[in-house]
């Protein structure tokens, strides 16, 4: 199967006052169409960014994207409107994604009327339809958000995300905020609809039993850059650079017999604001020397397992 995205030395700098911050620094990954790529690392390590600028919410500082091999980089206005219809987010936040002004039948019939293709009858049964897809009840068409619970105005996310037969999904954390019992609906039904549609998934979380449930292959993400990347089998049984074994140890297991080998992490974290070359984890890793100072890139030690260690061979006994 081709790849539906790709990423090639993708950055996205802020300016403040401060500083440059780092957001996203030179990235490359590719999503195989139809598949789901597990976007995995710590609060604020650019996550969240890096799908916007994907999706265009933001634009990139440097680097490229392709979506199907063509080179989505720099749209013009009437590109870019074309484009909208194939990609799509589910926000973190159903309550504040949600207009508090729109019913719920308006927040699904927006992007329909906006596309300009169907009439009221058919955005009368589209909505119908998309309603009946994320499970929730007609009777509900003419609540107003906050009359909802979390799970239904994810739902309603959903609904909206999918009302344009999109081809590649941004999910950012679209369960983190729910509970547990709810989250496992949410996943099913976001991948009963990926064998559905053929949808193809950058989904962004930090918690990591969510993503071994849903994610075809990982990538790990440390302040901005790729730490690793493969399978995601591979990574849960064989994580090869320091931050994803640290990462992996913080898995909570119901297993009392299962011994508890959590690596903690010491050291001041590294500022985003113009950082300097080198491994943005060294100050933190237990195996740092002078070499993590030089600049670190991904590179294949596996058949399709990346890492950007210069030590990996060394902490691993490859």
């Not at 930090?206 to 071994?212: A, D, G, M, Q, T």
């Not at 090869?240 to 140890?249: D, E, F, R």
């Amino acid at each position: 199967m081709a790849d539906l995205i790709e990423v090639k030395n993708l950055k996205k700098y802020f300016s403040t006052s401060r500083g440059v911050v780092h957001a996203v620094d030179d990235v490359s990954f590719s999503i195989e169409e139809g598949k789901t790529l597990g976007l995995v690392g710590e609060s604020g390590c650019g996550k969240s960014t890096l799908g916007r600028v994907i999706i265009h919410l933001l634009e990139s500082t440097e680097g490229s994207l392709f979506f199907q091999g063509r080179d989505i980089t720099h749209l013009n206005n009437t590109a870019m409107r074309a484009f909208r219809e194939y990609v799509q987010i589910i926000f973190q936040d159903s309550f504040s994604s949600l207009n508090p002004r729109l019913t719920i039948k308006e927040t699904i019939q927006e992007p329909l009327y906006l596309s300009k293709k169907f009439n009221s009858a058919q955005i009368e049964k589209e909505t119908i339809r998309l309603m009946d897809l994320v499970g929730i009840e007609k009777r509900l068409r003419n609540s107003y958000p906050h009359e909802l619970d979390g799970g239904r105005r994810q739902r309603i996310g959903i609904a909206r995300a999918l009302a344009l037969n999109p081809k590649f999904v941004v999910c950012d954390e679209p369960v983190s905020s729910l509970d547990v019992s709810i989250q496992a609906q949410i996943l099913n039904l976001l991948m009963d609809l990926q064998e559905e549609f053929h949808l193809t998934y950058l989904f962004v979380t930090h918690n990591l039993s969510v993503v071994r449930h849903i994610s075809s292959h990982i990538c790990v993400m440390y302040l901005g850059q790729m730490v690793e990347t493969c399978p995601t089998d591979e990574l849960f049984e064989n994580q090869l650079h320091p931050y994803s074994k640290a990462l992996l140890s913080a898995i909570l297991s119901v297993d009392i017999h299962r011994p508890k080998n959590r690596i903690l992490l010491k050291g001041e974290i590294t500022s985003p604001i113009n950082p300097k070359p080198g491994c943005r984890f060294a100050q933190r890793c237990l195996y740092a020397d002078e070499n993590c100072h030089n600049p670190q890139n991904l590179a294949e030690v596996k058949p399709g397992h990346f890492v950007s260690c210069c030590k990996v061979k060394e902490i691993n006994k490859l």
